[in-house]
């Protein structure tokens, strides 16, 4: 028999984790193998950019500014090229990816 308390304090738990804001960031494949050889090292250069955030904290503008930041630290400027669902994870599902061009 469940304990009415302990499945509202279940269902409380729930929803204060999914309300939580998260992040936008640059997502980097393969980001934890510590096999890869340019693990924890900074990037030298950059063709191609994806950023993961979610659409009710973000706008298609501050995505757009973070790009064009990402791109010109190394001289280029940020093209969209689309967005997909498949690579980001739920707390930030849409992925924007660009490419960086001189």
């Known amino acids: 028999m469940y304990r009415p308390f302990t499945v509202l304090g279940l269902i409380l738990s729930v929803f204060l984790a999914t309300a939580c804001e998260s992040p936008t960031y640059i997502h980097k494949l393969g980001e934890f193998n510590r096999g890869a050889q340019d ?58 990816n660009f490419s960086c061009v001189k």
């Open 39 to 96: 693990f924890n090292r900074d990037i030298k250069d950059r063709d191609e950019l994806t950023i993961c955030y979610n659409k009710g904290d973000n706008t298609p503008q501050d995505v757009l500014e973070m790009a064009k930041d990402e791109c010109g630290r190394f001289g280029k400027s940020a093209r969209f090229i689309n967005q997909d669902r498949m690579t980001c994870p739920l707390s930030n599902p849409i992925a924007a």
